[in-house]
C-alpha cells in the first residue's frame, strides 16, 4: 500500500496530473478597466470641431454637447452568452432631457470586450492587459478574414498605469487603447480611448483630417502645410460616473 501511494506521489510530481488548474486573477487580466454592471452610466462633455479648407488653428465651426452610455439591461444571446445593452443618450444642454442616440449590445469575457452596433462586431479591449500589446479588432467582420489583411483593423495599449487628467481630476492608473494613428502629407487619422481602472473609458479623442494633396483641383493650396481640405475632431471628456439600481 506504502508503495503505492509513493507511485501515485511520483506520477503527480513528474507529469503534475494531480495539481488543481488555478483560475486567472481578474487583478492581473485588467478586468477592471473595462467594469460593467446594470445601472453603470458615464456622462461624457463633447467637444466636435468641422475644418473645411482652412488650418487647424483656425476652426471656428465648432458644437458642445453631452452623451451618456447607461448599462440597461443584461440578457443571453443566441450562444448563451452574458450581453449588455447600453443606451447612449445625447443632449445639447444640462438643462434638458436625455434623447436617445443609439443602442449596442457588449460581451465581455475573460478574454475580450466585444461590442456590436449596427450589425458590426468590434473587439474594444483585451485581457490579459498588457503594454504594446496589439489584436485584430474586426476579427469578427467577414471583410477582415485571413486573406483580406487589408482590411485589418489593429488595436493596441499603450501607457499602461500611467496617470491621466481630465478637468483637474487624475486619474492614477489607467491604459491607452490607440485604435488608429496615421499621420503624414495628405492626412492625419488619429483615434485613442484612455481607460482608468475601476472606472471605465475617461476620454476619448477622433482626428481625422484630409490635408491638401492636389493644388489644381483645391483652390490653389500648398501641398505639405498641413492645410486642412476636409475634416473633423471630436473629444470625448468624463464628467459624472455613477450607478441606478
Not at 449596427?118 to 503594454?131: G, L
Not at 488595436?155 to 490607440?178: L, W
Request: proline share 2%; aromatic share 14%; charged share 25%.
Amino acid at each position: 500500500m506504502v508503495k503505492q501511494c509513493r507511485l501515485v506521489f511520483l506520477i503527480c510530481f513528474v507529469f503534475g496530473g494531480c495539481t488543481e488548474e488555478i483560475a486567472p486573477n481578474p487583478e492581473e487580466l485588467g478586468l477592471k478597466y473595462y467594469p460593467l454592471q446594470v445601472g453603470d452610466y458615464w456622462i461624457y462633455q463633447v467637444i466636435e470641431t468641422h475644418y473645411q479648407n482652412q488650418f487647424a488653428n483656425q476652426a471656428s465651426d465648432s458644437i458642445n454637447y453631452f452623451v451618456r452610455e447607461r448599462v440597461d439591461t443584461i440578457f443571453k444571446d443566441l450562444t448563451n452568452k452574458d450581453t449588455y445593452k447600453i443606451i447612449r443618450s445625447r443632449r445639447n444642454k444640462t438643462s434638458e432631457i436625455w434623447g436617445t442616440d443609439s443602442v449596442f449590445v457588449v460581451n465581455k469575457s475573460g478574454s475580450d470586450v466585444r461590442v456590436t452596433q449596427n450589425n458590426v462586431r468590434v473587439v474594444k479591449f483585451i485581457f490579459p492587459v498588457v503594454e504594446g500589446k496589439k489584436w485584430n479588432a474586426h476579427i469578427y467582420t467577414t471583410q477582415s478574414g485571413v486573406n483580406n489583411s487589408s482590411d485589418q483593423k489593429f488595436y493596441g495599449f499603450a501607457d499602461k498605469n500611467a496617470a491621466f487628467s481630465i478637468n483637474n481630476i487624475t486619474y492614477p492608473n489607467t491604459v491607452k487603447v490607440i485604435q488608429t494613428l496615421n499621420d503624414n502629407a495628405i492626412e492625419r487619422q488619429d483615434a485613442f480611448e484612455v481607460y482608468a481602472y475601476g472606472l471605465g473609458r475617461i476620454y476619448k479623442q477622433v482626428i481625422a483630417f484630409n490635408y491638401c494633396s492636389d493644388p489644381d483641383r483645391q483652390n490653389g493650396c500648398e501641398v505639405g502645410k498641413q492645410f486642412i481640405i476636409t475634416g473633423v475632431k471630436r473629444v470625448e471628456k468624463l464628467l459624472e460616473h455613477g450607478s441606478v439600481k
